[in-house]
């Protein structure tokens, strides 16, 4: 049972852009917060963005300015829109789902979200 479902992953230059989607089922949307996260190879998972139910957001330091997470709820969907894409944002980004009901430096712990899509990988060259 697909609960999460990410998309929009691709291979772009520096200075690019891409959209992510994540597809959510009614639970898992209709939850308290939804959040983008991202592991590249040989470091931990980090949070990326996170939502909260009525769109409040929070964002990790470094890609203030360059990304913007939001929400669809006519299509239980949110995005992040990822623009002026360097080579340290390369990873593969993962959509999860059941977070804190504030939007806090906590919603973007990984511990804090029980569920998990399968990730779509963001890969950048120079």
């Known amino acids: 049972q697909a609960l999460l479902v990410e998309s929009g992953g691709g291979s772009v230059q520096t200075g690019g852009s891409l959209r992510l989607s994540c597809v959510a089922s009614f639970n898992n949307y209709n939850g308290p917060s939804l959040a983008w996260f991202r592991q590249a190879p040989g470091k931990e998972r980090e949070g990326v963005a996170a939502i909260a139910k009525y769109r409040a957001t929070h964002y990790l330091d470094s890609v203030k300015g360059r990304f913007t997470i939001s929400r669809d709820n006519a299509v239980n969907t949110i995005y992040l829109q990822m623009n002026n894409l360097s080579l340290e944002d390369a990873a593969m980004y993962y959509c999860?789902?059941?977070?804190?009901?504030?939007?806090?430096?906590?919603?973007?712990?990984?511990?804090?979200?029980?569920?998990w899509g399968q990730g779509t990988q963001v890969t950048v060259s120079s």
């Open positions: 999860a789902s059941g977070g804190p009901g504030r939007v806090s430096p906590a919603a973007l712990v990984p511990d804090q979200y029980p569920h």
